[in-house]
């Protein structure tokens, strides 16, 4: 089982990403998937969960609307859409697939490698 993440970068504090994770090993339609970050020195925090088939969601509270978390299970794909970057987005963003519907990270079964996020003011 794999969790591939992609397109982390360097952007302006405005700006915007778009982060993908595809999954190899296992089918993604099976799974709750969520994203998490960790900045330097603090612990790794929830971001976001999208349900199975993509019609349900939930947002850590201090995202206040910037991200739009989706997901294309015939593509085993998984997308974070981050918009309005700001430096404190400044985090390596990682994946991860759960069997059931939480925001805690010992729920999470698989984990992708991490892709880093630095925005500069």
């Known amino acids: 089982v794999q969790l591939q993440a992609s397109g982390g970068g360097l952007v302006q504090a405005g700006g915007s990403l778009r982060l993908s994770c595809v999954a190899s090993?296992?089918?993604?339609?099976?799974?709750?998937m969520g994203w998490f970050r960790q900045a330097p020195g603090k612990e790794r925090e929830f971001v976001a969960i999208?349900?199975?088939?993509?019609?349900?969601?939930y947002y850590a509270d201090f995202l206040e609307g910037q991200f739009a978390i989706s997901r294309d299970n015939a593509k085993n794909t998984m997308y974070l859409q981050m918009n309005s970057l700001k430096p404190e987005d400044t985090a390596i963003y990682y994946c991860?697939?759960?069997?059931?519907?939480?925001?805690?990270?010992?729920?999470?079964?698989?984990w992708g490698q991490g892709t880093q996020v630095t925005v500069s003011s």
């Open positions: 090993g296992l089918t993604l339609s099976n799974y709750e």
């Open positions: 991860a697939a759960s069997r059931i519907w939480s925001q805690l990270r010992t729920a999470y079964e698989f």
């Open positions: 999208i349900g199975r088939s993509g019609d349900t969601y």
